[in-house]
Nanobody, 122 residues
Framework: VQLQASGGGLVQSGGSLRLSCAAS??????MGWYRQAPGKQRELVAT???????DYADSVKGRFTISRDNAKSTLYLQMNSLKPEDTAVYYC???????????????????WGQGTVVTVSS
């Protein structure tokens, strides 16, 4: 199983980035993005099931959009109106199963990618 995240970089406040996560080695019913800022715990950004159920952290609602292209086995995170507090390492995560009541918990995800760095300057 491989989750290869890409698309991070340096952007000014108010700008946009799109993260991609190429998945291989399994069928993933549940995929998501987490992030970890320096000195902080890893936190949920967004999740998406194969049935289209999604969830977002309150801090990104209305600015970020999670989507997936099943034909390409790729997960995306479109990030608009970026703020300096969005600066973090963003991790793609996935699991072959899904329990809707548990999708906000890191324990719901068996596989994690290597992370891509997003830096938002003020």
């Amino acid at each position: 199983v491989q989750l290869q995240a890409s698309g991070g970089g340096l952007v000014q406040s108010g700008g946009s980035l799109r993260l991609s996560c190429a998945a291989s080695g399994s069928i993933f019913r549940l995929m998501g993005w987490y992030r970890q800022a320096p000195g902080k715990q890893r936190e949920l950004v967004a999740t998406l099931t194969d049935a289209g159920d999604y969830d977002y952290a309150d801090s990104v609602k209305g600015r970020f959009t999670i989507s997936r292209d099943n034909a390409k086995s790729t997960l995306y995170l479109q990030m608009n109106s970026l703020k300096p507090e969005d600066t973090a390492v963003y991790y793609c995560t996935a699991d072959p199963g899904v329990i809707l009541s548990n999708v906000r918990e890191p324990s719901a995800y068996h596989y994690w990618g290597q992370g891509t760095v997003v830096t938002v300057s003020s």
